[in-house]
Nanobody
Framework: EVQLQASGGGLVQAGGSTRLSCAAS????????IGWFRQAPGKEREGVAC????????HYADSVKGRFTISSDNAKNTVYLQMNRVKPEDTAVYYC???????????????????WGQGTQVTVSS
C-alpha cells in the first residue's frame, strides 16, 4: 500500500523559514517522481517543487525559485521542502505526491500524480 505522510508547517512569520517532510512507504521510493503541491482558498492546486525519478532533476515554480529547496533522503524514504524567506502568498495547504513514469514536461501538473498525502497547513503571517 502506497502511503505518504506529510508533517511540519504551521504558523510562520513573513521572512522566516520552515521545513516540511514527506515520509513514504509501501513502494520503491527510487522508482517514483515526488512533488510538493499547494492549494490556497479559491485557487488551483499548484506544483511547487518536484523531483524526477528519471534523472533526479528538480523543478520549481517561478514564484518559489531561490527561496524553496526540495531534497530527498533515500535511506529514510523521505522528501523535504525547505522554505526560506516565506511570504504571505505562500499560505496554503501543502501536499506531497508520488507518481510513476511522469514526463518531465508534465512533472508539475497535479494530474500526473496518483498518490497523495493528507496535506499540512502553512500559514505565513504578515
Amino acid at each position: 500500500e502506497v502511503q505518504l505522510q506529510a508533517s511540519g508547517g504551521g504558523l510562520v512569520q513573513a521572512g522566516g523559514s520552515t521545513r516540511l517532510s514527506c515520509a513514504a512507504s509501501g513502494f520503491n521510493f527510487d522508482d517514483y517522481s515526488i512533488g510538493w503541491f499547494r492549494q490556497a482558498p479559491g485557487k488551483e492546486r499548484e506544483g511547487v517543487a518536484c523531483i524526477s525519478s528519471s534523472d533526479g532533476s528538480k523543478h520549481y515554480a517561478d514564484s518559489v525559485k531561490g527561496r524553496f529547496t526540495i531534497s530527498s533522503d533515500n535511506a529514510k524514504n523521505t522528501v523535504y521542502l525547505q522554505m526560506n524567506r516565506v511570504k504571505p502568498e505562500d499560505t496554503a495547504v501543502y501536499y506531497c505526491a508520488a507518481g510513476l513514469r511522469i514526463i518531465v514536461s508534465m512533472i508539475r501538473f497535479p494530474s500526473s500524480y496518483d498518490n497523495w498525502g493528507q496535506g499540512t497547513q502553512v500559514t505565513v503571517s504578515s
